[in-house]
């Protein structure tokens, strides 16, 4: 099930880590360059495989606990604004924490263009997931077909917060224990009933 979503979801955890090392790259070869805190040199860097390592278990445990990558129903895998953004910098004051207490001689501007730098690529990912899901549900080639059992209060919040999505899911209609009737919740037909769903899932192509 959501086979194609979670194909996505693989690409942008593997994606969100490298675009992670690269910003922390950059974050650290930036300090040679800009005339901010004491004057360093091409032999003094700071960062080392290790930190590296510890700033990719960070960034993934974080992003894990605020399910940033969650593919339940509801939501869409590419993360909303806020969840991300809340990743980021939480992540970042661990780092800074880390750097704080463990070493004195840290750099302190490492942090904030490491924040600066991570959020725009992760930022720039998501569009471009965005896009590609839009540019599916054009297409007609979707990531997820889905139908809602039930046509109760709590089935109809998950179908508006899946209408609201702009990525490439539909949701193809209910199945309902009233069966076919001439008028149902959202706009969305009634395709049968609970009974029904494994012929339903043939017939539409059913993801979920």
Known sequence: MFGKLRRLVIFLVI?????????????????????????????????????????????????????????????????????????????ACVVAGVLYFGLSDSPRLLVGDLLVFDLAFLAGLRLVAGAYGRRRRESGSLLSCIIIV????????????????????????????????SKSPLELPILGTPAEVPDLIGQYGIDE
């Not at 994606?15 to 650290?28: N, R």
């Not at 360093?40 to 510890?54: E, G």
């Not at 919040?157 to 076919?180: F, H, I, M, P, T």
């Open 15 to 91: 994606a969100d880590a490298v675009a992670t090392q690269i910003a922390l790259f950059l974050a650290d070869q930036e300090r040679l360059y800009v005339p901010l805190g004491r004057t360093l040199d091409s032999v003094n860097i700071f960062l080392n495989a290790t930190f590296h390592l510890r700033v990719a278990v960070v960034w993934g445990d974080v992003f894990l606990t605020l399910s940033v990558y969650d593919v339940r129903p509801e939501f869409w895998p590419v993360g909303n604004a806020r969840t991300v953004l809340a990743g980021v910098m939480i992540s």
């Open 150 to 181: 039930g046509t109760g209060d709590p089935a109809v919040a998950v179908g508006r917060a899946l209408l609201r999505k702009s990525g490439g899911v539909e949701v193809v209609g209910w199945a309902d224990s009233n069966g076919v009737v």
